[in-house]
């Protein structure tokens, strides 16, 4: 049996109504009820109505609304008491979900933050027995001490003591085991009576965080529907609006705010607590906001220098773009044969047919004449105007008129060649190149009705008995204003290359 | 990889490179210089000018006649080669849906049958004679150019004829005497 707790300076009188009187005999404690586990903590809270206004907590209010399950031994609805008059029950804003738990797991008032029942040690619970000697000690949540918030705090932490690096200022009785996993901490903020048993917190609290005397009062003192049977009375008695008890005179609760936590409904947020300062790492100064590089810190060639560094005197841009030239040698080595190779074929092509169709590679004569030019040697002996043609009547011939006739006269020594080789010179061109560049045929169709525009144009004798050298005759018709500048030799075989005598 | 991906693209491009295709025609089209008539029209390695144009059912060249079912169109052109000797290789009319009535062969031609040659600065006046059906006779243009086979991504003037009436082509076509065909002649 549930033995109630001794009287504490915050209890209210004997003469106020008390359901704690009835509700022990009428709700024996059972081992095996999970929710019975809680259910003396619900007693609690309703012993003391001062403390209504602290049941508005979410696990407070959790807790009543488990305590409200139906029982064996319970009595039914109509032989509950009347409901006392006065405010009703504060409402339960968002009652946080809570696995069932058993009465070995070790925590006196588990919350929904709570370790596991396998973490728990087989601490009896606080208000089963007389408060054991480990509960006696002078601690805010200790039953053996008169701390107004004992029966109202939502956790009390039995376990392994926590963890040493909590941050200065961290309650470190928040942080307890999840049931779930990970370790989680409890939110601070929602737990107004819970034990603080670190140093006092040098930082104020927030002033968005007013203290508990400062909430205002239920606005909806009726139980929540779902916990409550038609027509069944609430069975805590109206918890009236009390202020905080000044026993406690410690400062309050350290603002922490936990990663990932969001304060339920209805409750205060959580005080932002600044991040933990890290220690700042250097990151040789490439990014901003990071102490330069130190002075011996150099970056590899090629880069830039870094920010905060100065730049080797002569360096710069150029070192920059020399940098680039060095780091991709090999690939502009590897660059030029590969260009060659695809630009290779095209470029020959378009020499080839540049040089197969035209001749621009003059063959000049020398100083006594001669010119070497397709295995024959070729001279100019003559070149003048052409006045005494004659038709093939050996009359005289009129050339067109505003035209003029140029007579060349050529010597051909074809060598050795002549006697085994009749078709050395076959196949040259003769020609004629003005001053404006123009180029004229000998023998023209306008010396036809002429003895010579009657004869090809050609480099051969007339005879092939004829011995070498010989020389042959051709003629060309100009404009009259037109000025010769040059004869021309030419062998398709010889292009781009051609004999050139200047007649200028 | 660069290198790979460069040459890919090259032997792409090298090979989509258009030598062939139904468009070869089109894409390696001579270069036509239009004019009128009176007027000098460049082929590239000579300019043209249209002289006179005249008709007939009995042409005589050499003296012999020849007659056509259609009409004989004789263009009288004055050709002078501009930078180096020359010959006109190509000369033909088009009617006006196109259509290309080549030079006769019924018989020489002296002045444009790719063997006479044009020396730089000698104008030469000869007349070029075509055989076209008589309906298409009142609207033709004439082309000529230098090469004699291929005549594509060359030069080549382009002189619209005048125009004549069916009456005057009916007359072509019907009389009786034979027209002289004249020779070329270097003219001043």
């Known amino acids: ?504 | 990889m660069l290198l790979i991906a460069a040459l890919a693209v090259g032997g792409v491009v090298a090979n989509w490179r258009p030598i062939d295709g139904d468009r070869a025609d089109r894409r390696e089209r001579p270069y036509i210089e239009a004019g009128q008539v009176g007027e000098p029209v460049s082929a590239r390695s000579f300019e043209a000018e249209l002289v006179s144009v005249r008709g007939a059912r009995l042409l005589g060249v050499r003296s012999k006649g020849y007659e056509t079912g259609g009409v004989w169109i004789l263009v009288r052109v004055r050709v002078t080669a501009t930078t180096e000797d020359t010959t006109i290789g190509y000369a033909a009319l088009i009617d006006d849906r196109d259509r290309e009535f080549l030079v006769s062969n019924r018989f020489t031609q002296l002045f444009a049958d790719g063997a006479r040659t044009f020396q730089p600065g000698i104008p030469v006046e000869g007349e070029i004679a075509f055989e076209v059906p008589r309906d298409v006779a009142t609207s033709l243009r004439l082309r000529l150019a230098a090469p004699l086979l291929d005549q594509r991504m060359d030069g080549m003037a382009e002189i619209t004829l005048p125009k004549v009436d069916t009456a005057t082509v009916d007359k072509w076509a019907t009389q009786q005497d034979p027209v002289i065909m004249e020779r070329p002649e270097v003219v001043s």
Not at chain 1, 346 to 363: F, G, I, P
Not at chain 1, 426 to 445: H, I, M, Q, V
Not at chain 1, 459 to 464: A, V
Request: one cysteine or more; charged letters at 15%; hydrophobic letters at 30%.
């Open chain 1, 1 to 504: 049996m549930t033995q109630p707790p001794p009287p504490s300076p915050w209890a209210p009188p004997e003469s106020a109504w008390s359901p704690r009187q009835e509700e022990p005999q009428q709700q024996p404690e059972s081992d095996t009820a999970v929710f019975s586990a809680v259910e003396p903590d619900t007693a609690a809270i309703q012993v003391d109505p001062s403390q209504a206004e602290t049941a508005a907590h979410p696990h407070v209010a959790d807790r009543t609304s488990r305590s409200r399950m139906p029982q064996a031994d319970e009595p039914p609805p109509g032989e509950r008491p009347a409901p006392p008059l006065g405010p009703k029950p504060p409402v339960m804003l968002n009652p946080l979900p809570r696995p069932p738990r058993s009465q070995s797991d070790g925590y006196s008032n588990a919350g929904p933050h709570t370790a596991s029942p396998s973490h728990a040690a087989p601490t009896p619970r606080s208000h089963a027995a007389p408060a054991p000697p480990a509960h006696t000690s002078p601690g805010p949540r200790s039953h053996a001490a008169p701390e107004p918030t004992e029966h109202i705090g939502p956790a009390r932490y039995n376990g392994p003591p926590p963890p040493a690096e909590s941050p200065p200022g961290w309650d470190a009785t928040q942080e307890v085991a999840s049931p779930w996993g990970a370790p989680q901490a409890s939110p601070p903020a929602t737990a107004p009576g819970r034990a603080f048993h670190g140093q006092p917190p040098t930082t104020p609290p927030p002033p968005t965080a007013p203290p508990p005397t400062a909430l205002p009062p239920p606005t909806t003192p009726q139980a929540a529907p779902s916990q409550l049977s038609p027509g069944q009375p609430p069975r805590s008695p109206a918890p009236q609006p009390f202020a905080h008890p000044p026993a406690f005179a410690g400062p309050p609760a350290p603002p922490a705010q936990v990663q990932g936590y969001q304060a339920p409904a209805g409750q205060m947020p959580a005080p932002q607590m600044p991040a933990p300062q890290m220690p700042a790492q250097p990151m040789l100064g490439q990014l901003p906001g990071f102490p330069p590089a130190p002075p011996g810190h150099a970056p590899p060639p090629g880069y830039p220098p870094m920010p905060g560094q100065t730049p080797p005197p002569g360096t710069g841009r150029a070192t920059t773009t020399k940098g680039w030239w060095r780091r991709n040698l090999w690939g502009l080595i590897a660059l030029l044969p590969v260009l060659a190779l695809a630009l290779g074929p095209s470029v020959k092509d378009a020499l080839d047919t540049y040089n197969r169709v035209d001749a621009h590679e003059a063959v000049l004569p020398g100083a006594d004449g001669w010119v070497s030019y397709a295995d024959v040697r070729w001279r100019l002996v003559g070149f003048e105007p052409a006045t005494d043609l004659k038709t093939s009547d050996d009359q005289p011939f009129q050339p067109p008129a505003n035209t003029k006739v140029w007579r060349a006269t050529i010597t051909v020594d074809a060598g050795d060649k002549w006697a085994t080789d009749k078709y050395v010179v076959a196949g040259c061109n003769l020609g004629l190149e003005d001053s404006e560049g123009r180029r004229f045929t000998a023998n023209p169709t306008e010396l036809s009705g002429s003895a010579a525009g009657r004869r090809v144009a050609t480099c051969s004798p007339e005879d092939d008995d004829t011995p070498t050298p010989w020389e042959v005759e051709i003629y060309f018709v100009l404009p009259e204003s037109a000025q010769p500048a040059a004869v021309r030799i030419l062998r398709a075989t010889e292009l781009p290359r051609y004999a050139r005598f200047p007649v200028s």
